[in-house]
């Protein structure tokens, strides 16, 4: 969720200006407050499910370092609508995994970076992206599926012996790291695929966040590369629900494939290349 109208604007853009358009969009829309001396309270351009402003915190460290927490919103936003990170080991350990992927420490009910003054953007949008994935993978399972999405897509790749390999990262032109939730590696004339998923796939925001993502990356491939994204279309009965076009349109018109998880099994052949 975002501030204001989340609806996709432009859809007809390509990607290199949508990219830019996006960046832009997230640094003029991003307050820096001096708290005191040693923290600096960052207000960015998101809200969660209540609707708040997403918050994090710089804090200096003695030995010179900074780090960038989310001083316990994402753990607290996730308790608040009933979903218990430490009860569960099984729900823990996914959540810990897919931190980790973006680089991100989780202490008691905190979330971090620490990093040195020359990465300070780089942990502060990891951190983020951490947070905004997390929320997505959990925030929507009780709705949605019985199941993580993540955790759906997965055993399709593993039931159709598709070889993957999981949380794969890649420094993008702009200088920052962008993750992908699968790869499936290439050779020869067989492209390398790059997979993002989507739980909510209706959330225009986190379409555009992974667009910029993909054209980022595609930019300081080497091998030829085709990029997927997973929507999740189904609910708990395993029935479809209703998936925004305007995120459909957005990532068709910029060659990435979609992959509504209704209609997973007619991709399968081209992914078992």
Not at 41 to 46: D, M
Not at 52 to 69: C, H, N, Q, W
Not at 174 to 184: A, D, P, R, T, V
């Amino acid at each position: 969720m975002t501030k204001g109208d989340n609806s996709i604007m432009d859809v007809s853009l390509n990607a290199e200006r949508l990219s830019e358009q996006y960046f832009s969009w997230y640094k003029n829309n991003t307050d820096f407050k001096q708290v005191n001396k040693n923290i600096i309270q960052i207000n960015l351009p998101f809200t969660d499910n209540f609707a708040d402003e997403l918050t994090i915190y710089a804090v200096s460290l003695p030995d010179g370092r900074i780090k960038v927490t989310d001083d316990g919103w994402t753990v607290n936003n996730l308790e608040s609508v009933g979903v218990s990170i430490s009860h569960s080991p099984t729900r823990k350990k996914l959540f810990e995994t897919q931190l980790r992927a973006y680089g991100v420490t989780s202490t008691a009910s905190e979330l971090s970076i620490t990093a040195d003054v020359a990465h300070f953007s780089e942990a502060k949008h990891r951190l983020l992206q951490g947070m905004l994935f997390v929320n997505d993978m959990f925030m929507l399972k009780k709705q949605y599926t019985t199941n993580y999405f993540i955790d759906d897509v997965n055993s399709f790749f593993e039931e159709n012996n598709i070889r993957t390999i999981k949380n794969v990262s890649y420094m993008g032109s702009s200088g920052l790291s962008h993750k992908f939730e699968f790869s499936i590696p290439g050779i020869r004339n067989i492209p390398t695929r790059l997979i993002k998923t989507m739980t909510n796939a209706n959330n225009s925001m986190f379409a555009m966040a992974i667009l910029a993502n993909v054209e980022q990356t595609e930019k300081i491939m080497q091998q030829r590369t085709r990029f997927y994204v997973f929507l999740n279309d189904l609910n708990r009965e395993k029935q479809q629900h209703s998936v925004s076009q305007d995120v459909v349109n957005l990532f068709e018109q910029n060659r990435i494939k979609v992959v509504r998880f209704s209609e997973r099994e007619s991709y399968t052949a081209e992914l078992a290349e």
